[in-house]
């Protein structure tokens, strides 16, 4: 007896766009528009330096072990970190090559850690925008003082309702969450507070 069963049919972006799904020149599909917003201008500074921590780290367990480290700026400030490691041998013996291979290797380890840090970050509704990540937000000044959203003070509000039953310590609650200064941090703190 065959028992298989069905799942109903989902229409995504690719199948709406019709019988030119894979035509992705024409202006009205719809990675069309996903294109045009990772497009543009990215500024970014790489710094190199020679990495002498881990090349004395491992000096006597891996002969002949070369490292560089590269810094990938923005705004002039530290946004990834990437290393680049080889040991010159009998095998390998070019310093060129070797040179080469380390320098592009730190190059490239810092942009996939910095992909990957945007990766981890793509799941905080709090920096995206319309399911993008909204830069200005990642590199804001870190001393400034960001406001708590309205779904942090909805959430506290509700947290509160439950929670507390003096009517006197709910208004105090009601007031330090509408004050101007209520800070997104602060909205964190208090939420812990209240599911621990």
């Not at 002498?52 to 780290?57: G, L, Q, Y």
């Not at 010159?88 to 942009?111: C, G, M, P, Q, Y």
């Not at 039953?165 to 209240?194: C, H, L, M, P, V």
Request: aromatic fraction near 8%; glycine fraction near 4%; charge should be neutral.
């Amino acid at each position: 007896m065959n028992t298989t069963s069905y799942r109903p049919k989902v229409n995504y972006n690719m199948q709406i766009a019709g019988t030119n799904t894979f035509n992705t020149t024409d202006r009205k599909h719809p990675i069309q528009e996903e294109l045009l917003k990772v497009s543009g201008t990215h500024s970014f500074e790489a710094t190199f330096a020679i990495d002498t921590e881990m090349m004395n780290k491992f000096k006597d367990s891996i002969p002949g072990i070369v490292g560089i480290i590269c810094h990938l700026k923005r705004d002039g400030k530290i946004v990834s970190e990437g290393r680049g490691t080889a040991a010159l041998s009998k095998l390998n013996r070019s310093v060129e090559r070797t040179t080469n291979f380390v320098h592009r290797s730190a190059f490239l380890d810092a942009i996939m850690r910095y992909t990957r840090i945007l990766e981890a970050l793509d799941t905080s509704s709090d920096i995206k925008q319309d399911g993008f990540i909204n830069l200005d937000e990642l590199f804001k000044d870190d001393n400034e003082v960001i406001p708590a959203t309205e779904k942090q003070k909805t959430y506290l509000l509700e947290l509160v309702q439950s929670n507390v039953y003096s009517n006197e310590e709910r208004s105090k609650w009601r007031e330090e969450i509408n004050a101007k200064g209520f800070s997104k941090e602060d909205a964190s703190t208090a939420i812990q507070s209240f599911i621990k």
